[in-house]
């Protein structure tokens, strides 16, 4: 009968923990982000991501925006300019989402990447899995603006 009790207690504390975190008052990605990172193709190509720029929303624990990339692939030195629309979902300071875009407008959609990334404060790590040309690139935003 104590351990159930304890196990009560535990799981009521780890509910209202994750409530706390995730719900009103949590993490707030809302705003203007850049950054840099890196990419490699499967047949071991690598690309540098000169530039990201996103302008971030959020409604309750989803989120939702738009990203543009700035590319070089391999010893291409023309850059690539990729664009993308987004949406996921924040718990805590971890992010979980999908990369793509609208033809017209929702739900005329296509999702190209999966995305999984951490909130530290006005920085945001992340790594993109794009499912269209199997490349994987891990980036680094910060915060501009709120």
């Known amino acids: ?3 159930l009790r304890l196990s009560i207690i535990a799981i009521a504390l780890f509910v209202f923990a994750g409530a706390a975190v995730a719900g009103k008052g949590g993490p707030i990605i809302t705003g203007y982000w850049e950054g840099t990172g890196q ?3 499967v047949d071991g190509t690598v690309a540098n991501i000169k530039s990201v720029i996103a302008d971030l929303y959020q409604e309750g624990n989803f ?3 738009v990203a543009q990339f700035e590319v070089t692939v391999g010893d291409n030195p023309e850059p ?3 664009v993308g629309q987004m949406s996921g ?5 971890a992010i979980t989402g999908v990369l793509g875009g609208c033809i017209t407008t929702a739900p005329d959609c296509v999702g190209a990447g999966i995305f999984e990334g951490k909130l530290s404060g006005n920085k945001l790590r992340g790594t993109v899995v794009d499912l269209s040309d199997g490349s994987t690139s891990a980036v680094t935003l910060y915060r501009l603006s709120k």
């Open 39 to 41: 990419a490699m193709y």
């Open 1 to 3: 009968m104590k351990n």
């Open 63 to 65: 989120i939702y925006g």
């Open 80 to 82: 690539m300019i990729q």
């Open 89 to 93: 979902h924040i718990s805590g300071n």
